[in-house]
């Protein structure tokens, strides 16, 4: 077991890679725009190593870590590529994680995160239920969201009400509110066991949004449950 994983230090080291990796992927781009950077991936690879870590403390075997071409059957579709799976040696799908980012660009991007969020939770959970995969009881699903800190993600956002009233929490809600609001929600009604937002400023400024959501409640969960499993990783 490794017992060296420190969290602070890990996650220190995963946002300044986030923003080497935004920054150095925006000068390579030839659009002006934010989405060059976007399209790059690879920001959130520091929080890959994050979470292999944190499992490999508990006990992990690495060879049962998976961090790229995580196919999992789906239920509405094909299959979806999560970004950080765990396999037992049996075979059972343990754990499930979706690594997201967005800074800047929020009008245009926050409703698409919201749709993929409830999206890939509904269809994982209804593929569970028709047991398209093998698992070891109810599987940890986690989000993970890292949000731009500046100007206009905590401004409050206007709200559409043509018809009807929007619900009173969205009232003068920032986009960093709102994505609060998105990842309690997503606790709450069970779509996901546990969910963290970090906000950042740049590679020397960052927080948890709140104390619920923060990352060190996100990882104490996941390592709770894989202690709890360890019997499947010593057969």
């Not at 994680?97 to 967005?102: A, C, D, G, V, W």
């Not at 500046?150 to 043509?162: A, F, K, M």
Request: a neutral charge; proline letters at 3%.
């Amino acid at each position: 077991m490794n017992k060296s994983f420190n969290l602070s230090a890990s996650t220190a080291k995963a946002i300044d890679f986030f923003w080497e990796t935004k920054n150095e992927q925006q000068k390579r781009s030839s659009d002006s725009s934010n989405r060059g950077a976007v399209v790059g991936g690879k920001q959130l690879d520091g929080f890959l190593v994050l979470l292999r870590d944190a499992c490999m403390s508990v006990g992990v075997p690495p060879e049962c870590i998976y961090d790229k071409n995580n196919y999992v059957p789906g239920f509405f579709r094909s299959s979806k590529d999560w970004d950080f799976i765990i396999i037992s040696p049996s075979g059972k799908l343990l754990v499930i994680i979706e690594l997201k980012s967005q800074v800047g660009s929020y009008g245009n991007n926050f409703n698409n995160r919201t749709e993929e969020a409830l999206g890939n939770a509904t269809d994982f959970w209804t593929a569970y239920r028709e047991q398209e995969f093998p698992t070891f009881g109810t599987p940890w699903v986690g989000y993970l969201m890292l949000i731009g800190d500046d100007e206009r993600s905590t401004i409050p956002v206007r709200n559409h009400t043509n018809h009807f009233p929007v619900l009173r929490e969205f009232e003068n809600a920032s986009y960093i509110d709102r994505y609060k609001i998105l990842c309690e929600k997503l606790m709450t009604e069970r779509l996901y066991t546990s969910a963290c937002l970090i906000r950042t400023k740049d590679a020397k400024t960052y927080c948890d949004a709140t104390e619920k959501l923060s990352l060190t409640h996100f990882i104490d969960s996941l390592k709770g449950y894989l202690i709890g499993c360890a019997s499947e990783f010593n057969k």
